[in-house]
């Protein structure tokens, strides 16, 4: 969570406390104030979204590492295929890419929400 979030979460949290203590003053019963539960539930869903984010890079770590399998820059393909026209090196380059452009992605969704 960002900061700002965690300023959000402790002010629900605060403002809950404060009314329930309010509703408890003029002899209402003790229970949790809907602004605690919206906290709760924002906590519960940066958790899930957290885990999702954690899941999906798992998913994307294992298919590039399989992809980069397929690469062997000791035995590059020989001279009758398009690799031997310099094409070996762009999959290289775009193995690289892929992943700055997916560690950039992930870092943006999670700054967006």
């Known amino acids: 969570m960002t900061t700002d979030t965690n300023a959000l979460l402790r002010k629900l949290r605060y403002m809950g406390r404060q009314y329930a203590a309010g509703q408890v003053s003029r002899g209402g019963s003790p229970r949790k104030h809907y602004l605690e539960e919206a906290a709760d ?11 999702a984010v954690a899941r999906e890079r798992e998913r994307w770590e294992a298919a590039l590492k399989q992809t980069w399998q397929m690469i062997d820059p000791l035995h590059p393909p020989g001279s ?22 997916a560690d950039r992605a992930i870092a943006t969704t999670k700054a967006t929400t």
């Open 41 to 51: 539930t924002i906590e519960r869903l940066t958790r899930e979204r957290d885990e």
């Open 80 to 101: 009758p295929g398009s690799y031997a026209r310099g094409e070996y090196h762009g999959i290289v380059a775009a193995l690289n890419t892929l992943r700055e452009n």
